[in-house]
T-cell receptor, first 112, second 113 residues
């Protein structure tokens, strides 16, 4: 069964304390992986798309990487405004249909 | 450029009733997909519409249905509401496909009493 698992479920950091969020997947026919950020009361907001193992994308304090079995979202010197839930989603084709499977997310809290 | 607009923002219904949610995608986007988000199950795919045709469907019962109009606006309907249908319903649009980045609305928070 296709599955996406994010860890940890929740993470508390001090401002400036770098860390990484993990998204591991067991799917067949991965076509791409997405990272989204979701603030309370809002819909997810797109961050990155990764298509192949070894690929990396960066945006401000965030860097996403992809291997054959997992993706990491590295947060360097986080600020309180980085507090949000971070979701990863894998895109695959199954049974002739596009399929997008989201992980449960990691709730990140950055304290000053 | 206006974002994805969902109405209403909040909705309270009782068991057995039906509900219709509305989604206006970003201008020029032809793909609209719907998701249910709950604390226990996370984001789960309901269905996707493209050019007024349902192109893809998740594993939800037939009580959940949708449609898309010629202007790409979409509606989602849930009949015979159950307590377990309480959730945040999110609509997302993209230019042509769910394998592109999705632009989400703020959702409709549905509470079933």
């Amino acid at each position: 069964e296709d599955q996406v698992t994010q860890s940890p479920e929740a993470l508390r950091l001090q401002e400036g304390e770098s860390s990484s969020l993990n998204c591991s997947y067991t799917v067949s026919g991965l076509r791409g992986l997405f990272w989204y950020r979701q603030d309370p009361g809002k819909g997810p907001e797109f961050l990155f798309t990764l298509y192949s193992a070894g690929e990396e994308k960066e945006k401000e304090r965030l860097k996403a990487t992809l291997t054959k079995k997992e993706s990491f979202l590295h947060i360097t010197a986080p600020k309180p405004e980085d507090s949000a839930t971070y979701l990863c989603a894998v895109f695959l084709i199954s049974g002739g249909y596009n399929k997008l499977i989201f992980g449960a997310g990691t709730r990140l809290a950055v304290h000053p | 450029k206006a974002g994805v607009t969902q109405t209403p923002r909040y909705l309270i219904k009782t068991r057995g009733q039906q509900v219709t949610l509305s989604c206006s995608p970003i201008s020029g986007h032809r793909s609209v997909s719907w998701y249910q988000q709950t604390p226990g199950q996370g984001l789960q795919f309901l269905f996707e519409y493209f050019s007024e045709t349902q192109r893809n469907k998740g594993n939800f019962p037939g009580r959940f249905s949708g449609r898309q109009f010629s202007n790409s606006r979409s509606e989602m309907n849930v009949s015979t509401l159950e307590l377990g249908d309480s959730a945040l319903y999110l609509c997302a649009s993209s230019v042509a496909s769910t394998n592109e980045k999705l632009f989400f609305g703020s959702g409709t928070q549905l509470s079933v009493l």
